[in-house]
């Protein structure tokens, strides 16, 4: 008689690692807000200083939203894979 054990029911958005990693990567865009328009923004005979700040404000928020979807659906695809392990050794089992 097997035993099958039931796979942990799972978290979804409310898995505490995600919630830490968005809070992370809010903090880190909030940062980046302040600090990208002093170190990148410039003005040129084509685009004033306040538009440049404008650019990479946006800049700043569409990296941040992007990478942060990216580590998101990683992280919660690892919550319920679609494969289990195969053990190749028997003598493990």
């Keep these: 008689m097997s035993v099958v054990a039931a796979a942990p029911a799972s978290l979804g958005f ?10 992370i990567f809010a903090v880190l865009g909030v940062v980046f ?39 998101a659906f990683v992280y919660m695809h690892q919550m319920v894979p679609l494969m289990s392990p195969i053990r190749k050794n028997p003598l493990l089992e």
């Design 14 to 23: 409310h898995a505490p690692g995600l919630i830490t990693g968005t809070i």
């Design 33 to 71: 807000t302040f600090v990208a328009p002093i170190l990148f923004a410039k003005e040129t005979p084509k685009i004033t200083k306040g538009e440049s700040i404008r650019l990479s404000i946006l800049l700043v928020w569409l990296t941040t939203i992007c990478m942060w979807m990216f580590w």
